[in-house]
């Protein structure tokens, strides 16, 4: 059975440090894997797909890479804003078909 | 404007008292989905469907109900049955089921008292 874990589960940087977000996973077996963003009470943004066959997938200020053989996934965010505070989950899909299994996410603050 | 409807944003009832969230999808999505969320935690996925008229459980489908009758509808309906109504509940869809990204809705909080 897939087990997601993200820890810390809270982080706090001030504004402008990059921000490193881990996510371990404990089959190794995954099809791909995704991350999201939540804002307080709302729902989730997808904001990268990360394909079994990629290390890594970018968009803008953020950069998710893949490490299959580890279990693990992080998610960069370059030059962190205060914008960027939220918690960062992630989600391992097993199969192509399969249902995603969600870590229980990284709350972060970033302080102007 | 394409996207993900769910109504409403806050919904409170009484114990004992069935009741039904709405999700609507514009996408043309095939597969749709629900899960639940409590305070501090990942996701948890409760029903699914990747076509009309068909849909199987989740992890945790005890005392929740779902119906597909429309492509673009997935109501959730939590009944008495189920022991911890209280949660936040996301809906979400994808263009098929087959490992595409998912698309989620704003969700709705549900307090049962």
């Known amino acids: 059975k897939q087990e997601v874990t993200q820890i810390p589960a809270a982080l706090s940087v001030p504004e402008g440090e990059n921000l490193v977000l881990n996510c371990s996973f404990t089959d190794s077996a995954i099809y791909n894997l995704q991350w999201f963003r939540q804002d307080p009470g709302k729902g989730l943004t997808s904001l990268l797909l990360i394909q079994s066959s990629q290390r890594e997938q970018t968009s803008g200020r953020l950069n998710a890479s893949l490490d299959k053989s580890s279990g693990r996934s992080t998610l960069y965010i370059a030059a962190s804003q205060p914008g960027d505070s939220a918690t960062y989950l992630c989600a391992a899909r097993r199969a192509a078909g399969n249902k995603l299994t969600f870590g229980g996410g990284t709350r972060v603050l970033v302080k102007p | 404007d394409g996207g993900i409807t769910q109504s409403p944003k806050y919904l409170f009832r009484k114990e004992g008292q069935n009741v039904t969230l709405s999700c609507e999808q514009n996408?043309?999505?095939?597969?749709m989905y629900w899960y639940r969320q409590d305070p501090g935690q990942g996701l948890r996925l409760i029903y699914y469907?990747?076509?009309?008229?068909?849909?199987q459980k989740g992890d945790i489908a005890e005392g929740y109900s779902v119906s597909r009758e429309k492509k673009e509808s997935f109501p959730l309906t939590v009944t008495s049955a189920q022991k911890n109504p209280t949660a936040f509940y996301l809906c979400a869809s994808s263009i098929s089921p087959l490992g595409y990204e998912q698309y989620f809705g704003p969700g709705t909080r549900l307090t049962v008292t």
């Open positions: 469907s990747q076509i009309v008229n068909d849909f």
């Open positions: 996408l043309n999505h095939d597969a």
